[in-house]
């Protein structure tokens, strides 16, 4: 097993990263050696050099790569380049040092509470089994704050409706209890009688149309379809509810520890990028209210 497969089994098994951050990273690191084998014929993960890491970083840049994606793929390295020094396989970090592009701030997108009311109280989904849950899915995932993969995972046994909370494994198999409304407890016995009544008893939570398990490009396409019905922002995706779950609670007088602890957030600094949403909203009504403003 060559450094790179051995390095993914490790944050696959051992760091318990997520099927998608680990796809991420072999997807990342096999650009990068990808370059490298063309800039330097021959040459390996222990030869990699501080030139090496800052010459692909400015070839990104010059491809026109976000910041944010540059961010993240130089992370997929520092990580690999970690875990070789640990090994004892290399004796100096390639990117240790290196001076990253700044990342231009930008604030979560997310959708305004009269938009989604409207879509929740007014709009038909329909009273068949795919209606109901398209409406279950969006609900969920607003009402929850959780993120699409997480969704996708539930079982039936991680839905407590009689304790009315839910049960999510978030990244590196780290659990949370979320709690859930006695009327939205009540919309997914509906749910559940309507999916079990077609004789769709897999254990999946969710399920397509016909009976299996719900997939990344099913949620997101069902997601971005009502979304479209109600909203004009340019991003509308399930990551998008989550972001409105937490600007809509943080609006509501929500103390930010707590919706760190719905989010699964390992920090609070990942949560606090949701104040700025609600200082923007703050400036606008000063705006729109205070007679000198």
């Given amino acids: ?23 991420s990273y072999k997807n990342d690191l096999d650009q990068f050696f990808t370059w490298l084998e063309e800039s330097r014929p021959g040459a390996v993960a222990a030869d990699v050099t501080h030139g090496d890491v800052r010459g692909w970083m400015v070839s990104l840049l010059e491809g026109g790569a976000a910041t944010s994606t540059v961010h993240r793929k130089i992370s997929a390295l520092r990580t690999l380049f970690r875990y070789m020094r640990r090994h004892e396989l290399i004796s100096t970090d390639p990117v240790a040092g290196l001076k990253l592009p700044r990342k231009s701030k930008q604030l979560p997108v997310f959708v305004a509470e009269d938009a989604l009311a409207r879509l929740l109280d007014e709009f038909r989904f329909g009273d068949n089994f795919s209606g109901l849950r398209d409406r279950i899915v969006v609900e969920f995932l607003y009402l929850t704050g959780m993120r699409r993969s997480e969704l996708i995972n539930l079982r039936d046994t991680d839905v407590d409706l009689s304790a009315g909370q839910v049960r999510v494994t978030g990244k590196r198999e780290k659990q949370r209890v979320i709690p859930l409304s006695a009327g939205f407890v ?3 016995r509906s749910y559940i009688a309507s999916r079990d009544g077609k004789g769709f008893s897999g ?13 990344d ?19 509308k995706s399930p990551h998008v509810l989550r972001h409105t779950f937490a600007t809509h609670m943080l609006n509501r007088g929500a103390d930010l520890n707590s919706i760190k602890e719905l989010l699964g957030h390992a920090s609070l ?7 700025h949403n609600t200082f923007e909203q703050l400036k606008k009504i000063y705006k729109q209210a205070h007679p000198r403003a």
């Fill in 217 to 235: 490009k099913g949620v997101y396409n069902l997601v971005t379809r009502y979304l479209a019905m109600v909203t004009t922002i340019e991003k």
């Fill in 269 to 275: 600094s990942a949560t606090q990028v949701y104040t």
């Fill in 186 to 188: 009540r919309s997914l």
């Fill in 203 to 215: 254990g999946w939570f969710f399920v397509t149309d016909r009976g299996n398990k719900m997939y």
């Fill in 1 to 23: 097993m060559d450094i790179k497969e051995s390095f993914l089994q490790y944050i696959r098994t051992e760091k318990r990263y997520s099927r998608h951050t680990v796809t």
